[in-house]
Every structure is written in C-alpha cells, then in structure tokens.
C-alpha cells in the first residue's frame, strides 16, 4: 500500500457510542495530523504530531482524543460527540513539521465521513 | 478576518479550455507559501501546485499554473486544457511563519468547485 490510508470511509454514530478512527502513513513521514472539513468551511487543523509527541491542540474539545503509537499510525478517539460534529475529518501526514513547506506538502488520505445522530 | 479568500463558490468550463480559479491572501509575514489543492468526490485532499513567497518564477506543474502577483496577494490557479477528471473541489492554503522554528502554519479557503462539461 501507498500513502495515506484512513478507515472507516463511513461512520454513524450514536452520541452515547465510543469510537475510533484510524490513519496510516506508508510514506515514511515524521509528523501527523487531524483535519476536520465541515460544510462550507474551511478546513480546520485539530491536531498536530511530530515524531509521536503531540505538538498542537488547537482548541479541540475533550470529546476528541487523538492517539500516536508510532509515526506510521494515528488515532482519533471519538467519546460523546454532538451532532455537530458530523463532518469529513481527514488525515494527512508531511515529511517533516513544515505544514506543506517546499518538497514537503501534506499528504492526504480519503477521509472518513463521520455522521453523528 | 480570513487569510485565504476564494471568491468563487463553483465555476463551470466546457473540456479543453482553460480556467482560472482565484484566490486572495492576507499575510503580513514575508516569508510564506501558498499551495493548491484538489479534492475529488472521492474526499481525498490531492497536492497539485507551490509557490514560495520569494519564487521569482510563476510555479508550473504539467496543465496547472500559478499566477503568482505578489503586491495584489493574490495567487491564482489556472489549469489548462480541462478535462472531465479535472471536476472536483479546489483549495488554495497559504503557509506563515518559518519553517525551521516549527511554527508554521497552514490555513486553508472554503474552496471553489469546479465543473467541467463536455
């Protein structure tokens, strides 16, 4: 396999359920990240790590629960969420922590379509 | 107030003629980086184009081009040739603050749907 891969593609939960998302880089990338992309709104950076440490938590709501066992692999535990949160929340990881600087874009995976009932 | 303004909600070609795809920035560092991105149906983010604040030389990667005018901040996309695949969202993100201090960041516009008809 190649890039970046996220599962589930599709997800419907619960607000009581616990769940998790998964990313895996096949890249060799050292840093990690969570977007979220709700509708007619940019993209917004949830998470940020760099060789398993997280580096950035922009203001994320405790409901979302990231986990870094290594640098090929991150986690978003989801826990009590709100309809709210419906929305594509993608993965993508970049060589190093530059954010997408010269020979070092991010890199994306698919995405997982997260719908909260 | 938004750093990345893309003033085009949807824009429609017919297949193998060029389109351009606006996008304003606001910045007041003077290093920074500006990318383009694309989004099929599919929900994968694709890296297509990068232009560096001190490039003296529009980017150019295969059919897509920047039109990089530094004192308008603007950094406009344009593809030629369309083709059908072309259809898709497109992002334009600027990246602020230096590279090695690890304070980047990466700030994304709404983005600009492309149709592409036959």
């Known amino acids: 396999e190649t890039g970046v891969t996220q599962t589930p593609r599709h997800l419907v939960m619960g607000m009581t359920n616990k769940k998790s998302l998964k990313c895996e880089q096949h890249l060799g990338h050292n840093a990690m990240y969570w977007y979220k992309q709700s509708a007619k709104k940019p993209l917004e950076l949830m998470f940020v790590y760099s060789l398993e440490e997280r580096v950035e938590n922009n203001s994320v709501p405790s409901r979302f629960s990231p986990e870094c066992p290594n640098s090929s692999h991150l986690f978003l535990h989801l826990h009590t969420l709100q309809p709210e949160d419906s929305a594509l929340y993608l993965c993508?990881?970049?060589?190093?922590?530059?954010?997408?600087?010269?020979?070092?874009?991010?890199?994306f995976g698919n995405g997982t379509r997260l719908t909260v009932t | 107030a938004q750093k990345i303004t893309q003033t085009q909600p949807g824009m429609f070609v017919q297949e193998k003629e060029a389109v351009t795809l606006d996008c304003t920035y606001d910045?007041?560092?003077?290093?920074?980086?500006l990318f383009w991105y694309k989004q099929p149906s599919s929900g994968e983010m694709i890296f297509l184009i990068y232009q560096g604040s001190y490039d003296e030389q529009n980017a150019t990667e295969g059919r897509y081009s920047l039109n990089f005018q530094k004192a308008r901040k603007s950094a406009n996309l344009v593809i030629s040739a369309s083709q059908l695949g072309d259809s898709a969202m497109y992002f334009c993100?600027?990246?602020?603050?230096?590279?090695?201090?690890?304070?980047?960041?990466?700030?994304f516009g709404k983005g600009t749907k492309l149709t592409v008809n036959p």
């Open positions: 993508a990881s970049s060589q190093d922590l530059s954010y997408g600087g010269r020979g070092s874009p991010l890199h």
């Open positions: 993100a600027m990246r602020e603050g230096e590279p090695e201090g690890g304070s980047e960041k990466l700030v």
């Open positions: 910045t007041s560092d003077q290093s920074y980086g």
